[in-house]
């Protein structure tokens, strides 16, 4: 029986489950047999959707990273403030973050998993959000630098990236203002 809401799509279901599937026993350690039994269908029914396990993979860690790129710049062109930004950021990410700890989980693990072209791409797009932190820590004078800025992103991401292990039996309510709070304090306490 499926374990995600029915209101979704089944390509929505097979990617819910898949990365949660992955997140528990790695991207060689799931069968399409296995990924096909947690949504209630047969494991070649999901050829349907995906053309192997490593374009389900793929659309999987690009859609994660197409939907960040997007939320950057969306909150990049609502807030010219760029202290306003970071915390738009900061609340955009984390609540990414708390809500599909499984996608970070298998980004850290299984993107090496993916084919060359996919890899490419989500770093790609990996890339260019990051340039959006950048951008606002450089603005708001939280960083003495392009790399130190860098840095510091990287470092807030680590903060925020760390509910598979951190939050992962918290409360969103309780943890979201914790990882928000600590988050914004770390990005204003960077040396400048």
Known sequence: MPRVPVTTSRREQILTEAARLFARHGFHGVSID???AAVGVS??????????KEGLLAEMLVGISEHLLAGGQERAAEHADPVALLDALVAFHTDFALRQPELITVQDRDLANL????RRRVRGLQRAYVEIWVD??????????????RVAAHAAFGLMNSTPRSAG???AEVAAPVLVAMT?????ASPV
């Open 115 to 118: 084919p060359d072209p996919s």
């Open 169 to 171: 039996h918290t409360r």
């Open 34 to 36: 296995g990924i096909g």
């Open 136 to 149: 606002a820590l450089q603005r708001a004078g939280l960083a003495a630098g392009e790399e130190a800025a």
């Open 43 to 52: 494991g070649p029914a999901l050829y349907r959707h995906f053309p192997s």
């Open 184 to 188: 914004r304090a770390a990005l204003r």
